[in-house]
């Protein structure tokens, strides 16, 4: 069984400012890692993912997320954030039968 | 990456009502999902669906209150039935991408229901 646990419910940035988004995972298989973003009134948006080969993995809209074995994180970050990064982000993990597990979800607000 | 489609984006329905939703996605697609995503809260799977083969439940869910249709590749519903206001929520489907074997999922926009 996977689960996905997201530190921080709310995250507040200034413009330009650097976001870090918070996920730790437990897996009982190799895990297959996801960013996803929600905006008002939408539905989601893959920002990236990680399943084999490079932990260092870069998405769209500037995002990045390293995953990190040792410490079962994928934390998200985007070196200067803007004001249209307002929205909410979800970590999810999988396993080999695809069924996505959620985080409770971050939402980022970001301050002009 | 596939383009999803769900219908109706929004209702607001009577308790003791059913409604059925519609997912459609512009290519074939072995797996589809389901999930709900109860007002300020994460997204919870509801079952998969995959072609041919009955539809499977998540812990929690049960057929009886949320059959699912999937009778081809491209096409699946998804039914609330008999609702109570607790089943205000929104629903969406997701589809696993062909093309990427990579794992992740597409989701469709999403449909806004409300009971009263």
């Known amino acids: 069984a996977q689960s996905v646990t997201q530190l921080g419910s709310h995250v507040s940035v200034s413009e330009g400012a650097l976001v870090l988004l918070r996920c730790n995972y437990s897996s009982s298989v190799p895990p297959y890692l996801f960013w996803y973003v929600q905006y008002p009134n939408q539905g989601l948006q893959l920002l990236l993912k990680y399943t084999t080969g490079a932990t260092l993995v870069k998405g769209i809209n500037g995002f990045e997320a390293e995953f990190k074995k040792s410490e079962t994180s994928f934390h998200l970050t985007k070196p200067s954030a803007h004001m249209s990064d307002a929205a909410e982000y979800f970590c999810?993990?999988?396993?080999?039968?695809?069924?996505?597990?959620f985080g409770a979800g971050t939402t980022v607000t970001v301050r002009a | 990456s596939a383009v999803i489609s769900q219908k109706p984006s929004r209702d607001v329905c009577q308790r003791g009502t059913s409604l059925t939703i519609q997912c459609q996605v512009d290519?074939?697609?072995?797996?589809m999902f389901w999930y709900r995503q109860q007002p300020g809260q994460s997204l919870t799977l509801i079952a998969t669906?995959?072609?041919?083969?009955?539809?499977?439940?998540e812990s929690g869910f049960v057929i009886d209150k949320f059959p699912i249709s999937r009778p081809n590749l491209t096409f699946s519903t998804l039914t609330v039935s008999n609702m109570s206001p607790e089943d205000s929520s929104i629903y969406l489907c997701?589809?696993?991408?062909?093309?990427?074997?990579?794992?992740?999922?597409?989701f469709g926009p999403g449909t806004r229901l409300t009971v009263t």
């Open positions: 669906a995959n072609q041919g083969s009955e539809a499977t439940y």
């Open positions: 999810a993990v999988s396993g080999s039968d695809y069924k996505l597990s």
């Open positions: 997701s589809v696993e991408d062909p093309g990427t074997g990579g794992y992740e999922q597409y």
């Open positions: 290519s074939q697609v072995t797996m």
